[in-house]
């Protein structure tokens, strides 16, 4: 008996198969990772080159080639991440406090990320604002276009900030990331890290941009004027299972 098996797809890859979901039936109820791609890889030849360089998520968490997963899963095939829906100022409903970590389709306030760091002990307060370029590579940029798996997005920004409180105690981090289209000059990330000390704020603040790079599941399209681009991860092969040194 077949399974129907739910798998949805984001950024360039639906934008490759014209869809945002596929929906093969299998006589397996499980498979590996691994073996979910090759299977999809045999059906799409044509587009196994992407499909072998994707992760597979699990109900909201990467899983590697080797993991199990499941027709009844909730599944999403990732293509490289591209190195940053809710209101921001809506109460967390678990710990009842304003979330430090979101994604939103409006404006972003550096300020406002600022103010859900700052603490009295701390004596350092930083922010680091990335905004959409006009130029890159000799190519004209008209806008930027920024897609999420938002759920899953949002709980990779507050993993960052728990790394970060792992490796430099008391410091604090937010992190706020646009999605939807950003114009020229406007911002596309926050973050905001407060610390006792300038260099842990320093140190956590390069941190957090380079995992977003690698572990946070958004993606950039770059409108230039003479066509479109996906950008996806650029620093070498992507494994957002590995850890930064």
């Given at each position: 008996?077949?399974n129907?098996?739910t798998i ?12 945002r979901?596929l ?9 590996t990772?691994g073996?979910l ?7 799409f ?20 080639d080797?993991?199990?997963v ?8 990732l293509?490289?991440?591209?190195g940053g829906s809710?209101?921001?100022d809506e ?12 994604i ?5 306030d550096?300020?406002?990320a600022?103010?859900r ?6 004596g350092a307060a930083i922010a ?17 276009q920024?897609?999420?798996?938002v759920p899953?997005?949002?709980s990779?920004l ?11 105690p ?10 939807g289209?950003?114009?020229i000059g406007?911002?596309?990330v926050?973050?905001?890290v407060?610390?006792?000390?300038r ?7 390069r ?37 930064l040194e």
């Open positions: 008996m077949a129907r098996w949805a797809l984001f950024a360039g890859l639906a934008e490759r198969f014209g869809t979901s929906q093969p039936s299998w006589e397996h109820e499980s498979l990772a073996q791609k090759r299977l999809l890889a045999e059906q030849p044509e587009h196994a080159d992407l499909l072998a360089i994707c992760f597979v998520a699990r109900n909201q968490a990467y899983a590697n080797e993991a199990i499941e027709s009844a899963d909730e599944l999403a095939l293509p490289p991440v591209s809710g209101d921001s109460l967390d409903p678990v710990s009842g406090s304003i979330p430090r970590y979101w939103s389709d409006k404006p972003l550096t300020g406002e600022l103010a760091v700052y603490h009295p002990d701390h680091f604002v990335g905004t959409t370029r006009e130029w890159t590579q000799g190519k004209r940029t008209v806008t930027l920024y897609e999420a798996y899953m997005a949002e990779a507050a993993r960052i900030g728990d790394e970060i409180g792992e490796r430099w008391g410091t604090l981090c937010a992190i706020a990331h646009r999605i289209t950003v114009g406007e911002i596309s926050v973050i905001a407060s610390s006792a000390h260099a842990d704020a320093y140190d956590a603040s941190y957090a941009i380079e995992r977003l790079k690698q572990v946070v599941p958004i993606w950039k399209k770059e409108v230039y004027e003479d066509g479109t681009e996906w950008k996806g991860h650029q620093l070498g092969p992507w494994d957002p299972t590995t850890s």
